[in-house]
């Protein structure tokens, strides 16, 4: 390997520390102040709760004065967020929806014009 790719790997291996600090309540690495870094991901956390009850408003009026916590401890069960604020959104639902806290959504009916083919 050389020195550029090693260089890389420990670079990568560094940030992957900083994201799980941040994302996923690993800990903190060194060169780090752990009051700063806990104000940055609760920062973080309070922006994806934001958008996913944007995204999915059924699933913050499910969780109702309860959002900030139920957010909170879907987060902690996860090691990474998912790839995306709209997978976010559903997988919380879904959390929700696993704890009794939403309803199954109700089944579509198949369209018109498919009922005249059955």
Not at 43 to 60: F, I, N, T
Not at 88 to 95: E, H, P, V, Y
């Amino acid at each position: 390997m050389t020195d550029l790719a090693a260089a890389r790997r420990r670079l990568a291996q560094a940030q992957g520390r900083v994201v799980r600090a941040l994302v996923a309540a690993g800990e903190v690495p060194d060169g780090f102040d752990p009051a700063r870094l806990r104000a940055q991901a609760a920062s973080l956390l309070a922006k994806r709760r934001s958008v996913v009850a944007r995204l999915r408003p059924d699933a913050a009026e499910a969780a109702g004065p309860d959002l900030a916590a139920e957010f909170a401890a879907y987060a902690r069960a996860r090691e990474e967020p998912p790839p995306g604020y709209r997978a976010d959104a559903d997988d919380f639902a879904a959390w929700l929806r696993e704890r009794g806290r939403l309803p199954d959504p109700p089944r579509r009916r198949a369209p018109w014009w498919r009922r005249l083919l059955s």
